[in-house]
């Protein structure tokens, strides 16, 4: 079973940077993608960052492209997103995510953590 703990979230003004942490433990991850995931109130869930463990391969929805980079380091079991030029609509609860490889659904979550960005 994995097990994720975030850790990072908290409350920027519009232009400024956050970093979120992840991490990871209970499983060797060869063969898992990472995600981070964010829902706002009165939204669905959506996948703002995947990272492919063992290649490191990325993807981005649209609207972070260029602003939010995800990476991981494996000497710490830890995935990070890093957050610039952050936007109100940027506001949600971010969630780190497992699943395994060729699966289409996320198994494993952590607990959340709130960003919020004020005007």
């Known amino acids: 079973q994995v097990q994720l703990v975030e850790s990072g979230g908290g409350l920027v003004q519009i232009g400024g940077s956050l970093r979120l942490s992840c991490e990871v433990s209970?499983?060797?991850?060869?063969?898992?993608?990472l995600a981070w995931v964010r829902q706002a109130p009165g939204k669905e869930r959506e996948s703002v960052a995947t990272i492919r463990w063992s290649t490191g391969n990325t993807g981005y929805l649209d609207s972070v492209k260029g602003r939010f980079t995800i990476s991981r380091d494996n000497a710490k079991d830890t995935v990070y997103l890093q957050m610039n030029s952050l936007k109100p609509d940027d506001t949600a609860v971010y969630y780190c995510a497992a699943k395994i490889l060729a699966t289409s659904t996320y198994r494993n979550w952590g607990q959340g953590t709130q960003v919020t960005v004020s005007s």
């Open positions: 209970g499983r060797a991850l060869t063969n898992y993608v």
